[in-house]
């Protein structure tokens, strides 16, 4: 499956991105769907999970509350909605997906990658 993220920009502080990421294939409701993030000097994270139906989600600490992911199968897209921003989210920003049945959390476990997208907040 090929990834392609797109929606990142510079925001203010407070202020919400939507993140969107389309895939190419006939299989995109058999794989698990990540967000993770990559700030500069430090390791790439995870932010969000979804299972492959959509109904089981997970999120890293740190956004819960403000983060939201969630796909459309018949679409074949996954979204990220990022509402009350703060500096420390400014990151490069990836999709990814993971043949496995459960959502994980490390990036060596995820199959497929798009190519990132930047999201600066600014204080």
């Known amino acids: 499956v090929q990834l392609q993220a797109s929606g990142g920009g510079v925001v203010q502080a407070g202020g919400s991105l939507r993140l969107s990421c389309a895939a190419s294939?006939?299989?995109?409701?058999?794989?698990?769907m990540g967000w993770f993030r990559q700030a500069p000097g430090k390791e790439r994270e995870f932010v969000a999970g979804?299972?492959?139906?959509?109904?089981?989600?997970y999120y890293r600490d740190s956004v819960k509350g403000r983060f939201t992911i969630s796909r459309d199968n018949a679409e074949n897209t996954v979204s990220l909605q990022m509402n009350s921003l703060k500096p420390e989210d400014t990151a490069v920003y990836y999709c990814?997906?993971?043949?496995?049945?459960?959502?994980?959390?490390?990036?060596?476990?995820?199959?497929?990658w798009g190519q990132g997208t930047q999201v600066t907040v600014s204080s």
């Open positions: 990814a997906a993971d043949l496995n049945y459960y959502i994980r959390g490390a990036p060596n476990e995820y199959d497929y």
């Open positions: 294939g006939r299989t995109f409701s058999s794989y698990v």
């Open positions: 979804s299972s492959q139906n959509g109904g089981a989600t």
